[in-house]
């Protein structure tokens, strides 16, 4: 069945500096959307990517879907206290999402 | 966007005893799911919940232990049977509104702890 893993599973960065996260399928993706989630939250949705090789941006949030629509990355500029939390990739094969194992980031100010 | 409220937010049982778990959202959506979120862990679909008839169970989730209800587009109940502590987890709503373009919202979850 269609997996994603995502990677790495923790990320602790020092406020001011960029990190990434990767998310790989075994499958092709229809798309792919991004989620965060706060200490004690639920899952808020960021971005969805549906086009091969697509970009898209949210302020200091860089999101990209790679062309064989397999992978995707979120990079993160500046590193700020308000950017820490678990960050989820989910795919979409057929009419489901599967959620990556999720990305938590702490910061150090 | 779709507001979603879960009941009860969180709860303490004894093994073998059962819980019903509330899901409202303030407007009609056709697709809504359940999902499962162990401490520290991703999510998990249990089921796609269904109005009008029997919901759709993931792979390693049976009706007998997770028994679900769609008794219209507002409103979902999702019970877990004879828990065990394996069982303790944080339980989601989540739906998926049309015109939306997939995005799914997220109840805040129920939180389950069985002893």
Redesign the interface.
Known sequence: ?QQVMQIPQYQHVQEGEDFTTYCNSSTTLS?I?WYKQRPG?????LI?L?KSGEVKKQKRLTFQFGEAKKNSSLHITATQTTDVGTY?C?G?GDY???????T?VTVRA | SAVISQKPSRDICQRGTSLTIQCQVDSQVTMM?WYRQQP??????IA?ANQGSEATY??GFVIDKFPISRPNLTFSTLTVSNMSPEDSSIY?CSVAPSGR?????????TRLTVL
């Open positions: 069945g798309n959307q939250g639920h899952p808020v949705f969805q549906v989820f989910a979409r489901k999402l599967s959620f990556g194992a999720g938590t | 799911f520290g862990q991703s999510l998990t679909l796609t993931e792979s989601l373009d997939g995005e799914q919202f997220f109840g805040p979850g």
